[in-house]
């Protein structure tokens, strides 16, 4: 077997251990999952999964990680698309976006934020240091007569309701249908646009 096989089987090995391990935690829970559970339903030793991952809380991280950068790839292409449209507008449909990824991951969400207790970074900074990166740039081509000089912190602050207005969302006993999540969503999106715009006829369109 040449070198490249053994690299692709060990990538394909470790592929089916992290999406057999996040289909196994959504179906019977974090907590209800073991290692042994994992690859024995793949017939594979614990060192096989060892030689991938330190531990399950490794592929709750990746996975969260993968999830992230899907998001901002995912916010950075709206930007793109939607070049044409007003930066106001642009902003709005970014926050169509974020309902998408919540209403589309509330499961896998809930066991990111409730189960793993000893997943030792903050997935609290990741979120809203990426998340308000592109929020940035989008307020920064905003006019300055109709935004408010301190950008930065602006972007945090969105960052920082959007996560905590996520998280109450996928933390609750009941998931939430699509209309549910938009509206909680775009509450958040009228509130900001009111302080980060000096733009009192956009609230009412």
């Known amino acids: 077997?040449?070198?490249?096989?053994?690299?692709e089987q060990k990538e394909l090995t470790k592929k089916k251990i992290f999406e057999t391990s996040i289909s196994q935690f959504l179906e019977n829970g974090y907590e209800n999952v073991t290692i042994n559970t994992i690859v024995k339903s793949l017939g594979l030793s614990k060192g096989a999964f060892y030689h991938?991952?330190?531990?399950?809380?490794?592929?709750?991280?990746e996975f969260y990680n993968t999830m992230i950068?899907?998001?901002?790839?995912?916010?950075?292409s709206t930007v793109k698309t939607d070049h044409e449209l007003s930066p106001v507008e642009i902003f709005k449909s970014l926050f169509k976006v974020f309902s998408e990824f919540c209403f589309n991951n509330q499961k896998i969400i809930k066991i990111i934020l409730t189960e793993p207790k000893?997943?030792?970074?903050s997935l609290e900074d990741v979120f809203i240091n990426e998340i308000s990166t592109i929020l940035l740039k989008v307020l920064k081509l905003i006019d300055?007569?109709?935004?408010?000089?301190?950008?930065?912190?602006?972007?945090?602050?969105?960052s920082t309701l959007l996560?905590?207005?996520?998280?109450?969302?996928?933390?609750?006993?009941?998931?939430k249908d699509k209309k549910e999540i938009e509206d909680m969503i775009q509450n958040i999106f009228y509130f900001v646009s009111k302080g980060a715009f000096n733009l009192d006829y956009f609230l009412n369109k």
Not at 1 to 7: E, H, K, P
Not at 118 to 121: E, S
Not at 144 to 158: A, C, G, H, L, T
Not at 163 to 175: A, G, K, L, S, W
């Open 1 to 7: 077997m040449s070198l490249l096989n053994r690299r």
């Open 52 to 61: 991938h991952f330190i531990s399950k809380e490794a592929i709750i991280i």
């Open 69 to 76: 950068n899907d998001l901002v790839y995912e916010l950075l």
């Open 118 to 121: 000893k997943i030792n970074i």
């Open 144 to 158: 300055q007569e109709m935004i408010s000089e301190n950008v930065e912190s602006i972007s945090r602050y969105i």
């Open 163 to 175: 996560y905590f207005e996520i998280r109450q969302i996928c933390i609750q006993d009941n998931p």
